[in-house]
């Protein structure tokens, strides 16, 4: 066990005018389970590079402590090899009985250390590094987003195997993951870092509690500074008004005036005059009192959605329906689209006798394996070519569609270029993204140079702005902050439109879903 100290640490990436960290310090123990939470764009993943030395910065970070980061990078050569190849160039020195054993735990067999690596699911690719990460000793673990693109059996899986470790931070969006994982957590507030004791949803009760007592004292003393200016400006003008009667007077109405009264109107405005200094000051440590009060309140703006009604109850549905595709033997054509000019063993079916509906007002999630076919179904409904088809799936004459893709490649160029591309009101989109907490000089910025984060807010305001009949979101979560999905949450619970949702985040899924189709391979 041993402590790892960061003291004024400030760092700002070469041409940006705002610091990702200024003067920060805190120190955590080795032995935890630490949970890093945070806002998109906040510096989460900048900070494990800084503990990794990937980056100068000021400050001091000093350890005791070997840092491993999750994913390794595995190169274009490396995916055509083998795990059990490569696996020393990714962590040296590691050796593969104890990775194995690792892999033991992950449940699953050793047998994908010797498939090529580009073979392997998205799932087994995550066991395997994390089989590698843990294969260690006296190593502190750096684990960012292990459950992106996973199943919720491989999330389970992956949950159930974190529990039984040590020794890490782990940077996930994922409440049930954290809750489960984590005994501590690094906050990156607003304008502060807090490391609280806990698990998510105990730090959240506690913020939730503070930003209330935050916004109370707020009030109070907001009221309190109103009615101390009303009070000073009562009293100066008084004290005015006292003073413009120490030169003239009136002989009827003042006939017993006498030369002293002027110096006690002097002395009486004076008195005024103190008590108005008095209640500046007062003013003053009022208002400083309360400087600092909301830096760290989270008050997402709600965001608004304009779905459009279907004239029919049904929107889409299928029966009996299945999606195959050539196998890599058979002689492939250009389109693709019907079962009748191919004999069954040709195909390779992802899945058959698949029966469903969506209906107007209903927020739909397909729950599944990775690979069984999910996204497939979705470009079906889309109208998307080169699949074989069996059975019956009827899409709506008209029917309006928004999509979110879950890939996030073809984000290129400008904001405003991207905005132009998709037929967006400029304007309204970057008012959508301030509203999703993206910052205003992220908007200078190229789309390919934003975190994975932030490419998901784009999709998703560009979503939000197109009124249509039917949302179609492909884990459209992914990387998105929690303070982020619980506004996503409210606006789809405020505006029940008609959905279709992949998403493997199970909170997300009980607060939203009205059905749940559970999709098998095969």
């Known amino acids: 066990m041993s402590q790892i100290n960061v003291s004024n640490l400030t760092f700002t990436y070469e041409g ?25 764009g906040k510096g989460k993943t900048t900070f494990l590079n800084l503990l990794l030395g990937k980056q100068e ?20 050569s490396q995916l055509k090899r083998s795990c059990a190849e490569f696996m020393e160039e990714l962590k040296p020195a590691c050796e593969v009985w104890r990775v194995i054993c690792e892999l033991n735990l992950l449940e699953i067999d050793a047998e994908v250390l010797y498939r090529p690596f580009e073979t392997l699911s998205f799932g087994e690719r995550t066991k395997v590094m994390l089989a590698l990460l843990f294969s260690g000793e006296n190593e502190f673990l750096l ?39 984590i005994d501590h957590v690094l906050v990156l507030n607003r304008k502060t870092i807090e490391v609280q004791t806990g698990n998510f949803s105990s730090w959240w009760e506690n913020k939730t509690r503070q930003d209330h007592f935050a916004q109370a004292e707020n009030e109070k003393h907001l009221k309190e500074i109103g009615k101390l200016k009303e009070a000073a400006l009562r009293t100066r003008n008084w004290a005015d008004q006292n003073e413009n009667t120490k030169i003239g007077y009136n002989p009827v109405k003042e006939h017993d005036r006498c030369i002293s ?8 405005t004076k008195k005024m005059q103190s008590r108005v200094k008095q209640m500046q000051n007062r003013i003053s440590r009022e208002i400083e009192e309360k400087e600092g009060l909301l830096q760290d309140i989270e008050n997402p703006v709600d965001l608004k959605l304009m779905p459009l009604k279907y004239y029919k109850k049904v929107l889409v549905s299928a029966r009996e329906y299945g999606i195959g595709y050539l196998r890599e033997e058979s002689q492939k054509p250009e389109q693709v689209q019907t079962l009748k000019e191919f004999h069954t063993d040709q195909i390779k079916w992802i899945f058959r006798d698949f029966g469903f509906e969506i209906r107007q007002g209903e927020r739909v999630f397909l729950h599944g394996k990775n690979g069984c076919g999910k996204s497939s179904l979705i470009h079906a409904i889309l109208g998307e070519q080169g699949m074989i088809q069996e059975g019956i799936l009827q899409v709506g004459s008209g029917l309006v569609i928004s999509y979110i893709n879950q890939d996030t490649s073809h984000l290129r160029g400008s904001l405003k270029a991207y905005a132009k591309a998709q037929d967006l009101d400029e304007s309204l989109f970057l008012s959508i993204l301030r509203q999703l907490d993206l910052e205003r000089v992220q908007f200078q910025k190229n789309l390919e140079d934003y975190s994975e984060g932030q490419k998901k807010k784009v999709l998703i305001a560009g979503s939000l702005l197109k009124p249509a009949h039917l949302y179609i979101w492909d884990e459209p979560l992914n990387y ?6 619980m506004q996503i949450e409210k606006l789809i619970l405020q505006y029940r439109p008609t959905m279709l949702i992949v998403d493997h985040d199970i909170r997300f899924r009980e607060k939203i879903a009205t059905k749940i189709y559970e999709l098998e391979k095969g």
């Open 143 to 181: 684990i960012d987003e292990p459950t992106n693109h996973l199943d919720q059996e491989s999330r389970e899986v992956v949950k159930r195997y974190l529990q039984g470790k040590k020794g890490f931070i782990l940077v996930s969006h994922d409440r049930d993951l954290l809750d489960a994982c």
């Open 16 to 40: 940006s005018s705002e610091p990702v960290f200024e003067n920060v310090s805190f120190s955590i123990d080795t032995n935890w389970k630490l949970g890093f939470i945070g806002r998109n």
């Open 480 to 485: 998105i902050d929690v303070f982020s999905r």
């Open 57 to 76: 910065y000021q400050g001091s970070i000093t350890a005791s402590t070997v840092f491993e980061y999750f994913p390794y990078n595995v190169n274009d």
């Open 261 to 268: 009264t002027r110096a006690y109107i002097g002395a009486k």
